[in-house]
C-alpha cells in the first residue's frame, strides 16, 4: 500500500525559510522519480519541482527557481523540500508524489504572511 506523509509545513514571514519532508512507503523509492506538487486557495495544483529517481538531476517551476532545492534520502525513503526566500504567493497546501502514480498524501499547509 502506497503511502506518502509530508510534514514540516507551518506559517513563515516573508522571506523566511521552511523545510518540507515526504515520507514514502509501500513501493520502490529509489526506482521513481519524485516530486513536489502545491494547490493554493481556489488555484489548480501545479508542479513545484522533481527529482531523478537517483537524486543526480532536479527541475523546477520558474517561479520556485533559485529560491527553492529538492533532495532525497533513498536509504530513508524521504524527499525533501527546502524552501528558502519564501513569498506570500507561495501560501499553499503542498504534496509529494511519485512519477506514474495516482497516489496523494494528505499534503502539508505552508502560509507565508507578516
Known amino acids: 500500500q502506497v503511502q506518502l506523509v509530508e510534514s514540516g509545513g507551518g506559517l513563515v514571514q516573508p522571506g523566511g525559510s521552511l523545510r518540507l519532508s515526504c515520507a514514502a512507503s509501500?513501493?520502490?523509492?529509489?526506482?521513481?522519480?519524485m516530486s513536489w506538487y502545491r494547490q493554493a486557495p481556489g488555484k489548480e495544483r501545479e508542479l513545484v519541482g522533481s527529482i531523478g529517481a537517483a537524486g543526480r538531476s532536479t527541475t523546477y517551476a520558474d517561479s520556485v527557481k533559485g529560491r527553492f532545492t529538492i533532495s532525497r534520502d533513498n536509504a530513508k525513503n524521504t524527499v525533501t523540500l527546502q524552501m528558502n526566500s519564501l513569498k506570500p504567493e507561495d501560501t499553499a497546501v503542498y504534496y509529494c508524489?511519485?512519477?506514474?502514480?495516482?497516489?496523494w498524501g494528505q499534503g502539508t499547509q505552508v502560509t507565508v504572511s507578516s
Open positions: 509501500g513501493f520502490t523509492f529509489s526506482s521513481y522519480l
Open positions: 508524489k511519485p512519477l506514474g502514480m495516482v497516489y
